[in-house]
């Protein structure tokens, strides 16, 4: 990972200049990143505002809590355009302030 970012493959407006399905395949590529380390990087760590996480067990089991388990993820996140990172990432923290599982040391669902 680290020859990575130090090969620019991690830069952070490099990954921005891409679509977020080309910085995830980039990513994706960084042997020691799974599917949700590769989400962070792209949403956090290169600041893509516009991506809803696929691979993040918790914010799926925050959707269902807020808007039931019968509506496709994309037709709830499309409104968060064009912030589906951070309303994504605020959901994430809402449910752990409510819930507690991290501190807990509850696993992901």
């Known amino acids: 990972m680290a020859e990575a970012a130090l ?3 991690l830069d952070g407006a490099a990954l921005r200049a891409l679509s977020p399905a080309e910085a995830l395949e980039r990513v994706r590529g960084v042997l020691g990143l799974g599917p949700f380390a590769a989400e962070l990087v792209v949403i956090r760590g290169a600041n893509a505002p516009d991506v809803v996480p696929q691979n993040e067990g918790r914010l799926s089991a925050e959707l ?3 808007y039931g388990d019968d509506r496709p993820v994309a037709e709830i996140t499309d409104a968060w355009r064009p912030f589906r990172s951070w309303a994504s ?4 923290a809402l449910r752990e302030y409510r819930t507690r599982e991290i501190e807990r040391g509850r696993p992901s669902p």
């Not at 990432?89 to 994430?92: A, E, P, Q, Y």
């Open 7 to 9: 090969d620019g493959v």
């Open 64 to 66: 269902v809590e807020q």
């Open 89 to 92: 990432v605020h959901l994430r």
